[in-house]
């Protein structure tokens, strides 16, 4: 397989837009394409994100539809939909067709629009990414499914509500730094403490909101890549699945995925949890994040909580996880979050990411989850 | 007979009249909920339909206060992962036992909820 490199990156603003989610992405690809210093036409292929637009926007083809927009019409285009996790499977297989030989330039990214209807009507979409038969039939939505996995980690280490509320506290306090995050604006472990319940043992500061959003990537082979220097490469990129149904979960305080997907990307890249510098990972819900630490080996099981407590996973602390603010204070745009959290590790691995910058990170990391911790990815990144 | 019950639509027939079934893999005993193909622990095609009792304990379990469309009317309300007696597991809706009694552990007893043509899952006390 050829190497390839990240040579251009474009997010737009995460909120709330009156725009189409092709309009969104549309953003974000012309700036991906202006960062990567190449030409619209040089663009052999798309690889799409999109999850809810069928139900929300009554739209699919979307593919060739952001290509439309974009002024490339031409180019082969795949939608892809893997829940959460929809962009970042995306670009493994964008990785894939570069080092294959068969492109050598292809972007890959995704978009979402849902505050354009009902918090309920985007709740019922986002529960057709868990089981129609057995766990839509009995009401279980999103939070409901991370809120059994937080009751099994607290029932099994000791992780409190409050240990919760401190990853919240931290990614809000690094979306402020984030002129793209949905919040720019710090919160406190009382008022995390002090949200009403979604599904208990998660308050609303424990979930991530609803957001509109795009973000894309130019991919490019070696031959390409290195005549760039402010490329970051591909050290590896992972897929696990799990079972689709909660029932068999094997148990409930791990993401079985996550630790799949990660084991054969640290073997891929030839790297451990100790030389990475900076993560952004899969923080849907504040427990999620202390199970993602975990699972990717940067703390043992059951000290994810403790760890977000001391402030290990802040910026200056051992291990700066989500300094773009995550999915929690950034937002989750969930066709385009995969492609925005690896737009961040790029800017960081840039050395381009200001007030929120990782002093020296040469190795980032990647961890996108799909729907009811079915799908996970895990990719690896490095300067040189 | 095996047929019978690889079925989603056979199994929730069964449930709707208080009968929950699971099948056993006959090369390698595993237990599982229906439907599936090949055995996920030593993949052989050979299944056949076990009765379950229908009385577990819960593994985990939320109270969900914010519904998605059409079931706002029934929040809050409980679900739960319960392991039956025999092995496997199931998520299922709690109903009368009170949101303060709930925890790890606790015995519960399948019944079957219908609204209509529809059947789900559902446990009460034990």
């Given at each position: 397989m050829r190497r390839v490199a990240v040579i251009g990156v474009g997010v737009t603003k995460f909120g709330k837009h009156d725009r189409t989610s092709a309009e969104l992405f549309a953003e974000a690809a012309g700036e991906a394409i202006r960062d990567a210093d190449v030409t619209p036409s040089a663009i052999q292929a798309l690889y799409y994100g999109n999850v809810t637009g069928g139900e929300g926007e009554k739209q699919l083809h979307m593919g060739p539809l952001a290509a439309t927009l974009l002024g490339i019409p031409t180019i082969p285009t795949t939608r892809f939909e893997n829940a959460c996790a929809t962009s970042h499977a995306a670009f493994r297989h964008a990785v894939m067709e570069i080092g294959a030989g068969v492109s050598d330039i292809v972007m890959v990214g995704g978009a979402e629009r849902v505050l354009n209807i009902p918090t309920d009507a985007a709740t019922e979409y986002f529960a057709y990414c868990s089981d129609a038969s057995w766990e839509q039939s009995v009401g279980l939505t999103f939070p409901g499914v991370f809120a059994l996995i937080a009751r099994a980690h607290m029932d099994k280490h000791g992780t409190t509500e409050e240990q919760m509320a401190h990853v919240a506290v931290k990614n809000h306090r690094h979306g402020a730094l984030n002129p793209k995050a949905q919040f720019q604006k710090a919160i406190t472990v009382d008022m995390v403490l002090n949200s009403a319940y979604v599904a208990d043992p998660l308050k609303l500061l424990d979930c991530c909101p609803f957001t509109d959003g795009g973000a894309a990537l130019v991919l490019a082979a070696e031959e390409v890549a290195r005549k760039r220097p402010r490329s970051v490469w591909v050290l590896g990129t992972q897929a696990a699945s799990d079972t689709m149904f909660m029932h068999e979960k094997r148990d409930l305080s791990r993401v079985m995925a996550t630790e799949r997907a990660a084991r054969a990307v640290y073997r891929q890249a030839g790297k451990?949890?100790?030389?990475?510098?900076?993560v952004e990972l899969h923080d849907c819900f504040t427990i999620a994040e202390i199970v993602a630490t975990e699972g990717l080996g940067f703390f043992e099981p059951g000290f994810g909580g403790a760890a977000a407590e001391k402030g290990w996973t802040g910026l200056g602390g051992k291990i700066p996880v989500n300094p773009s603010g995550g999915l929690k204070a950034k937002g989750h745009p969930i066709g385009a979050t995969g492609a925005g959290q690896i737009a961040e590790i790029t800017t960081q691995l840039r050395g381009e990411a200001g007030p929120r910058q990782v002093e020296g990170a040469r190795t980032g990391l990647t961890h996108t989850l799909g729907g009811n911790t079915a799908t996970v990815l895990v990719s690896l990144f490095g300067r040189g | 007979m095996a047929d019978h019950v690889l079925t989603l639509k056979h199994f929730f027939e069964e449930a709707r009249a208080g009968r929950l079934t699971g099948i056993r893999c006959g090369k390698c005993g595993e237990l599982a909920i229906p439907p599936k193909e090949f055995c996920p622990s030593c993949q052989d095609r050979n299944w056949a339909p076990v009765p379950l009792a229908g009385a577990g304990s819960i593994t985990s379990f939320t109270v969900i206060r914010v519904a998605p469309r059409g079931r706002g009317a029934e929040a809050p309300y409980a679900v739960a992962v319960v392991r039956l007696d025999e092995g496997v597991s199931l998520l299922g809706r709690i109903v009368d036992i009170p949101f303060d009694a709930l925890r790890a552990d606790l015995p519960v007893r399948f019944r079957p909820l219908v609204t209509g043509e529809q059947t789900a899952i559902g446990f009460g006390p034990a």
């Open positions: 451990t949890p100790v030389d990475v510098d900076v | -």
